[in-house]
């Protein structure tokens, strides 16, 4: 299966010159948490913005550019969304960790989304699709810790599909 994480600031927006705009520690703690052991998959744009690859988690990057090819054994990258068949049809939970363009591509295949609703307006360019209503439903909340290091008002919100 598949499963969405992603950090969302008001208007849906994700990122900007193609970058996190806040820093969020315990969000990043928590992202931790949940994708550990996990494979992750991603747009090349994200895995770039990552500038590492993430330590125990495998990853997937699409990519259109036939030439493309990072010589790292936990990196795969896939040409061509069908070769997801077997991420999005095993009962492993698997995630989808951005950016836009991926979002947008996978939603339609995902059963369950991690959000953390930043309930604060920053200027971006990057967006993730509008929520419909009629598609998901809240399952969890949790409130995010806000202190000095994380200083915003946040909401860890677990969708599932309806
Ligand atoms: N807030 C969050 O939680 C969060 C999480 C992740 C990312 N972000 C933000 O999102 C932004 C990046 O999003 P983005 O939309 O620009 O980039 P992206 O989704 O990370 O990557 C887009 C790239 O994916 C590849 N791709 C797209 N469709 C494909 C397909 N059908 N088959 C194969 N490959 C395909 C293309 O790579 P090629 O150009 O190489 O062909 C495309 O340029 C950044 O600002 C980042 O910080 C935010």
């Given at each position: 299966?598949?499963?969405?994480?992603?950090?969302?600031a008001n208007?849906?927006?994700?990122?900007?010159?193609?970058?996190?705009?806040w820093?969020?520690?315990?969000?990043?703690?928590?992202?931790?948490?949940?994708?550990?052991?996990?494979?992750?998959?991603?747009?090349?744009?994200?895995?770039?913005?990552?500038?590492?690859?993430?330590?125990?988690?495998?990853?997937?990057?699409?990519?259109?550019?036939?030439?493309?090819?990072?010589?790292?054994?936990?990196?795969?990258?896939?040409?061509?969304?069908?070769?997801?068949?077997?991420?999005?049809?095993?009962?492993?939970?698997?995630?989808?960790?951005?950016?836009?363009?991926?979002?947008?591509?996978?939603?339609?295949?995902?059963?369950?989304?991690?959000?953390?609703?930043i309930n604060q307006d920053f200027?971006?360019?990057?967006?993730?699709?509008?929520?419909?209503?009629?598609?998901?439903?809240?399952?969890?909340?949790?409130?995010?810790?806000?202190?000095?290091?994380?200083?915003f008002d946040?909401?860890?919100?677990?969708?599932?599909?309806?």
């Amino acid at each position: 299966m598949l499963s969405i994480i992603v950090a969302i600031a008001n208007k849906n927006v994700i990122g900007k010159d193609n970058a996190l705009i806040w820093h969020l520690p315990e969000d990043l703690k928590r992202f931790k948490q949940i994708t550990t052991g996990k494979t992750i998959i991603m747009g090349r744009r994200t895995f770039e913005s990552l500038g590492r690859v993430l330590p125990n988690r495998k990853h997937i990057v699409l990519c259109n550019d036939m030439e493309m090819n990072i010589d790292n054994e936990n990196v795969e990258v896939l040409k061509d969304i069908k070769d997801l068949d077997k991420y999005i049809n095993s009962s492993e939970e698997n995630f989808i960790i951005g950016g836009a363009t991926i979002y947008r591509l996978l939603m339609p295949y995902a059963n369950k989304m991690y959000i953390t609703k930043i309930n604060q307006d920053f200027d971006g360019d990057a967006f993730f699709p509008e929520i419909k209503e009629e598609e998901w439903e809240i399952a969890a909340t949790e409130k995010g810790t806000r202190d000095e290091q994380n200083p915003f008002d946040y909401d860890y919100i677990t969708y599932v599909r309806k």
